[in-house]
């Protein structure tokens, strides 16, 4: 597994302490996590804080979620990650877990769609509202 020093990083601090908050609120240390997404640093901040958290492998979770429908963690995380498939439904359709945790960038007025140009998975291809979310 990749070690992220995230303390080092530019990634975003704030986001990440709120993310561990509401996990240790809502899930017990030692509880097993599969984790929608390759492996981040705030996979290895919910590691470093007691979670046994295991990432998908899959380049292409609108096609393949296999992972996701035969895991034995309890719980499944997706942080940022729906907004880049093309249609999440099935992938959490599919999940066993017994718990979903997720966040997804909300659509707001003053923000568009986010496309990166070096990365053909860099993109959102939704850019949700709240009430679609909580749908």
Request: proline content about 5%; glycine content about 4%.
């Amino acid at each position: 597994m990749a070690q992220f020093k995230w303390y080092e990083s530019s990634f975003p601090h704030e986001r990440y302490e709120r993310t561990l908050a509401f996990v240790k609120k809502n899930l017990s240390a030692g509880s097993g996590i599969l984790d929608v997404g390759i492996d981040n640093p705030l996979s290895e901040l919910l590691r470093s804080n007691g979670y046994i958290v295991e990432n998908t492998r899959s380049k292409d979770l609108d096609l393949d979620f296999d992972e996701v429908s035969s895991t034995r963690h309890s719980t499944l995380t997706a942080f940022e990650v729906l907004e880049h498939m093309v249609s999440p439904f099935p992938l959490l359709q599919s999940a066993k877990a017994n718990k979903l945790f997720a966040s997804v960038p909300l659509d707001l007025w003053f923000s568009k769609a986010y496309k990166g140009v070096m990365d053909p998975f860099d993109k959102h291809y939704h850019e949700f509202e709240p009430w679609q979310f909580d749908w």
